[in-house]
Nanobody
Framework: QVQLVESGGGSVQAGGSLKLSCAVS???????MGWFRQAPGEEREGVAA????????IYADSVKGRFTISQDNANNTVYLQMNSLKPEDSAMYYC???????????????????WGKGTLVTVAS
């Protein structure tokens, strides 16, 4: 069973950067790692995903060019580098693991092998 623990969230001014980490433990036989987010009162939004081999990577249009997903297989960690942050990026960010990299289905718990508990990102204007 896969366990995911996120870290790296915090408060930042608009235009700033944060780097989220997701530590993977258990039986990481999963093929795809990803991040999704949910702001209060909003629906979940798949943000980025990466296949275990490192490619391809997939990004939501809302973050393309600003966010970068990467992984360190030796340390079983997945990262989300977030640059040029905007207030609308404020949300709880969750790490997820599954067989397929699909920004829509990764927001459905039943479609994935594991979700983390999330890390909060707040971007002030």
């Amino acid at each position: 069973q896969v366990q995911l623990v996120e870290s790296g969230g915090g408060s930042v001014q608009a235009g700033g950067s944060l780097k989220l980490s997701c530590a993977v433990s258990g039986s990481p036989a999963t093929n795809c790692m990803g991040w999704f987010r949910q702001a209060p009162g909003e629906e979940r939004e798949g943000v980025a995903a990466i296949y275990r081999g490192g490619a391809p990577t997939i990004y939501a249009d809302s973050v393309k060019g600003r966010f970068t997903i990467s992984q360190d297989n030796a340390n079983n960690t997945v990262y989300l580098q977030m640059n040029s942050l905007k207030p609308e990026d404020s949300a709880m960010y969750y790490c997820t693991a599954g067989r397929r990299c699909n920004l829509n289905t990764m927001t459905t718990r039943a479609a994935m092998d594991a979700w983390g508990k999330g890390t909060l990102v707040t971007v002030a204007s």
